[in-house]
């Protein structure tokens, strides 16, 4: 599903007026993968937040195909991740899933059953455990499982597996890649590393933060599987680095 954004400028209120978003104009193609880079507090999170109709917008127009983000919400076609899990402590790994599943209730027939959804994310084996009992990569497995039960066309995900371990992270991006090619939804995805960038997407964002806007609109046309010792996965990163030190961005990881 398409997004359509024109002159969409957002500004926070909190004892002087904060330019959170400036002019942003953007399409995003129906089944695209698009990473959103730059510095912390530049507009990455407050863009998909307007998308997701958390807040509305100062000035600006979203539309999600035809409608508009509420619309969207209610029929069941966004969903969201977030670097929380956000899991209630008191329901096991199944129990999370089947109260997500209950919110479902009159919206399209799902794809997905919650048993199919726990073997697709590897916890079959934890349905009965609490997320207290699991580990942060384990939670942000069942966070996924409750995304893809959904069957969302739009997923929206705020660098959900910033705060795991490298090994862990490497893993559940490598799935969500294999769940993005399976059900094909449209994903717009923020992290501030430019080697993830690179790797999943097939398109990224760049902002700057003076004020929040979008500075560089790259393709990333590379073939999958994308290797970071081929010359074209080296070149793209190399073209990234060199916008973001034009703009003094310094908060992202140039790390793989």
């Given amino acids: 599903m398409q997004i359509s954004i ?14 959170a978003l400036e002019d942003i104009h953007l399409d995003i193609l129906q089944k695209q993968f698009v990473a959103l880079i ?46 929380s899990p956000a899991l209630l402590p008191w329901l096991t790994v199944e ?46 497995r069942l966070a996924l499982a409750r995304l893809l039960l959904q069957d969302a066309p739009i997923w929206l995900m705020d660098e959900p597996f910033a705060a795991l371990d490298e090994l862990t992270r490497e893993r559940l991006t490598e799935e969500l890649f294999s769940l993005w090619k399976d059900f094909s939804p449209t994903v717009l995805w923020i992290t501030h590393n430019i080697h993830e960038a690179v790797k999943l997407s097939d398109r ?37 680095r060199k916008v973001l030190h034009q703009e003094s961005v310094g908060s992202f990881i140039d790390a793989p």
């Fill in 6 to 19: 024109k002159s969409l400028s957002h500004q926070y209120f909190n004892g002087k007026t904060t330019h």
């Fill in 38 to 83: 730059g510095p912390s507090g530049c507009g990455k999170s407050t863009l998909i937040r307007l998308i997701a109709n958390l807040i509305t917008p100062s000035i600006g127009e979203i539309k999600i195909g035809q409608i508009d983000p509420q619309k969207a919400i209610e029929n069941g076609q966004i969903a969201w991740m977030a670097q």
């Fill in 95 to 140: 129990g999370n899933l089947r109260l997500a599943e209950r919110f479902q209730k009159g919206r399209q027939k799902r794809k997905l059953s919650v048993e199919q959804v726990l073997e697709r994310v590897g916890l079959v084996g934890a349905a009965d455990q609490h997320p207290f009992t699991l580990s942060g990569g384990m939670q942000q």
């Fill in 204 to 240: 990224i964002l760049v902002f700057s933060d003076q004020p929040g806007r979008i500075i560089a609109d790259i393709p990333n046309p590379i073939p999958h599987p994308r290797l970071e010792n081929q010359p074209d996965f080296q070149d793209l990163l190399s073209r990234l």
